[in-house]
């Protein structure tokens, strides 16, 4: 199965900053997934990714605040603009992945995670 | 809007015994459902999966039963063990949805020796 790997694991951030996170897999996917879990939550779909198109955001996440890129086919960033302590979450992606056993192909695994602490 | 959800937010199960772990859904259209596992520190894990047009499906200890008419889900964990201690979510998608999960608000399951 696909292996996910994000950067950085945690970070503590002051308020008013960015922060970029890289998602890499280790073969090449069609669509790769951002999901935001606030402290003791469950996920939410910020956006998907798909290479050489716009992302597509869910409501409630605009570009200007989660702006993403998806160069190529194994990697993709999300930054979080302009901090506040409520962006204080789990960041995740999530890549389709239909050598793993699922019953469908669009069946999503995920990285580790970025902590991300906003003082 | 419609959701998933979990009945129960945390269960507390001694080692050994059989653990119920249970969802409940309102997206009718919804036609496919995994079952993911996440450990503190770590993202989710896949557990095991299941089509609308299926009852019941086993993996490794483990199965999942789907009923339709009451839009119900559960994951069923055999002998328990410790290191089945973890928050268990549930997510369903319609499979014409490009991928777009909903998850429910997660069970934490506490293994006791």
């Known amino acids: 199965s696909a292996v996910i790997s994000q950067k950085p694991s945690r970070d503590i951030c002051q308020r008013g900053t960015s922060l970029t996170i890289q998602c890499q897999v280790d073969?090449?996917?069609?669509?790769m997934f951002w999901y935001r879990q606030q402290p003791g939550q469950s996920l939410t779909l910020i956006a998907t990714?798909?290479?050489?198109?716009?992302?597509?955001?869910e409501s409630g996440f605009v570009i200007d605040k989660f702006p993403i890129s998806r160069p190529n086919l194994t990697f993709s960033t999300l930054t979080v603009s302009n901090m506040s302590p409520e962006d204080s979450s789990i960041y995740l992606c999530?890549?389709?992945?239909?050598?793993?056993?699922?019953?469908?192909?669009?069946?999503?695994?995920f990285g580790p995670g970025t902590r991300l602490l906003v003082l | 809007g419609e959701s998933v959800g979990l009945h129960l937010p945390t269960l507390s199960v001694q080692e050994g015994d059989n653990s119920i772990i249970n969802c409940a859904y309102s997206n009718s259209a919804s036609d496919y459902f995994i079952w993911y596992k996440q450990e503190s520190g770590k993202g989710p894990q896949f557990i095991i999966d299941i089509r609308s047009n299926m009852d019941k499906r086993q993996g490794q200890r483990v199965t999942v039963l789907l009923n339709k008419t009451v839009k119900h889900l559960s994951l069923q964990i055999a002998a328990t063990q410790p290191g089945d201690s973890a928050v268990y979510f549930c997510a369903e998608t319609p499979t014409d949805s490009w991928g777009k999960l909903q998850f429910g608000a997660g069970t934490q399951v506490v293994v006791t020796p």
């Open positions: 990714a798909n290479q050489g198109s716009e992302a597509t955001y």
């Open positions: 999530s890549v389709e992945d239909f050598t793993s056993g699922g019953l469908w192909d669009e069946t999503q695994y």
């Open positions: 073969s090449q996917v069609t669509m």
